[in-house]
């Protein structure tokens, strides 16, 4: 039985309050330090100063009643690659907070004791590896393993995150392929994190931010998940806001909300245009994994002002379902 300490948040996190921009932008995802070879011992985190997850990680999940996403799979374990990132740290939350067991790749498994606190290891364990290397995973760490969500990702412009070869070519196209190319074809589903405006690179006002080819190498990576026999869902993100909740104490992911920006907007197509509350980005990844007829669909998602699904698997069902008809 894992190990849980239930702990009152002491602060909010600032809302960004920024409004859509009519250039598009690329979700920026967190990146790990580069690592030169895999370890393959499992690494059990301990860490006094973080807190483990039995709160809500958002305001929504406090006031959606229960769901069939929420009640823990004793048979389900799901993998988490980019667990380190904006989008991925809300994602291993949330989970944990679901009671689902849960695997992580890190190149620097280290700041899985800083920012998820101490679990039980059967519930959470942490591996050394790099995506990047079509050797840079061991191959253990997959034995067992049912679904995936990959929120890898780096910048679309050259900056601090490119340090150490993480290039969209390298993460978003040649990591996305090793990763995918070492899944076990026993694999009920793959979540994979990707952007809005993939397809349409070459066009104004898009190949502007595919100057480096960061939209390119994506889309690159969404079409060698849709080739490999797995079954996938694809969750395109808008201009991500909301964060990323990155610090020294899990506070900050347990009192992360979305502000106003609750409601959901999901379209397929490559037509929306907008932002989107890396919350609602980290939750789609989570409902999707269990909603039978997002398999083989690639959906885009926004967030607007007003009222959202929260945790309440039947509205994300209502609302992917929409997004068929569009």
């Known amino acids: 039985m894992a190990s849980k300490i239930s702990v009152s948040p002491f602060w909010n996190l600032p809302i960004s309050t920024q409004k859509t921009q009519l250039l598009p932008q690329f979700p920026l995802l967190q990146q790990f330090p580069s690592s030169s070879r895999v370890i393959s011992s499992k690494v059990k985190v301990n860490c006094q100063r973080c ?44 989970l944990l907070n679901r009671n689902v067991k849960l695997r992580l790749i890190l190149r620097d498994p280290e700041k899985a004791t800083t920012l998820f606190g101490e679990h039980d290891e059967e519930k959470f364990q942490v591996w050394k590896g790099d995506t990047r290397s079509p050797t840079g995973i061991d191959p253990s760490v997959f034995e067992g393993v049912t679904h995936v969500i990959c929120c890898t990702g780096t910048t679309a412009f050259p900056s601090r995150r490119w340090d150490g070869d993480n290039t969209p070519e390298r993460v978003d196209w040649e990591g996305v392929r090793n990763l ?20 349409k690179f070459n066009e104004l006002p898009w190949s502007i931010m595919n100057i480096f080819g960061v939209l390119k190498y994506k889309k690159m990576g ?22 990323p909740y990155t610090s020294y104490d899990l506070n900050t992911l347990l009192q992360a909300t979305a502000g106003e920006r609750r409601a959901v907007l999901i379209g397929q197509g490559d037509k929306l245009v907008g932002e989107v509350s890396r919350l609602v980005v980290a939750e789609a990844c989570i409902q999707a994994l269990d909603i039978d007829f997002t398999e083989g669909q690639t959906y885009e998602i926004n967030s607007i002002a007003g009222d959202g699904p929260g945790t309440d698997t039947l509205k994300w069902q209502e609302l992917f379902r929409a997004s068929h008809s569009n």
């Open 51 to 94: 807190i483990s997850v039995s709160a809500a990680v958002t305001e929504e999940s406090q006031t959606s009643p229960p769901s069939s996403s929420s009640t823990a799979s004793s048979s389900k374990v799901v993998l988490v690659v980019g667990g380190s990132g904006g989008v991925g740290q809300i994602v291993v939350a949330s």
């Open 180 to 199: 995918v190319s070492a899944l076990p074809k026993s694999l009920k589903r793959i979540v994979l994190v990707s952007s809005i405006g993939v397809t």
């Open 222 to 243: 969404e079409d060698f998940v849709r080739n490999s026999g797995l079954p996938f869902t694809i969750i395109r993100a808008g201009r991500l806001t909301d964060g």
